[in-house]
């Protein structure tokens, strides 16, 4: 926590990972445990990635990244307001563990923002770091994805293929140029094995 003891910081940290892979692991999490590591874990290291380039404060970063999908990890029906939610949840926790108010404030205005990219210029650092490193994570991890589409959601085939492909053009579109260029390459193979419409 900015301007606390690193170690104090670091056990924080440590304590969000726990609980959240413990919620991943439980047989009511409708994403599958794989969701931790092919979509908690890359989005946090694609924030912290992100946070130096943006001056983000990577302490909240990084519990904002842990905590971004908590929601729908514990309650799938909470899905189109999961945001929010989490923001929420996050919000009574980080009390819980005693974070400084401006630090559950900024962590839990990340969350609340991280269902669309978010431009440097309309948002906080953390916020664009999050918003930008969960669309990142789906470009790098389509299989996963797909799973998360046919499986998990039963999408039919054509409506899984539009989320993916609104994923590889107008989200990855919507990302500032320099993050772009850091997931370019997955992007253009996921637009490669597309199949026409």
Known sequence: MTGTDPSLCHHALTEIRARVREECSRAANRFGSA?????LEVVVSYALRLAPTFRADPVQ???AAWLHDLSAV???TTLPVHAEESARIAGALLAE?????PMIEGT???IAA???PVAPSQGTPEQVCLSCADVMSHLARPFYWC???YQVRGFPFREGLAWLRQR?????EALPPAVRELVAQENAAIARLMPGD
């Open 35 to 39: 969701f931790f590591d092919q979509h």
């Open 61 to 63: 970063v990084e519990a």
């Open 74 to 76: 514990q309650d799938f």
């Open 97 to 101: 563990w005693g974070w400084p108010r």
């Open 108 to 110: 839990t205005a990340a």
């Open 114 to 116: 991280h269902s669309a």
């Open 147 to 149: 799973f998360y589409l």
């Open 168 to 172: 590889a053009g107008s989200a990855f």
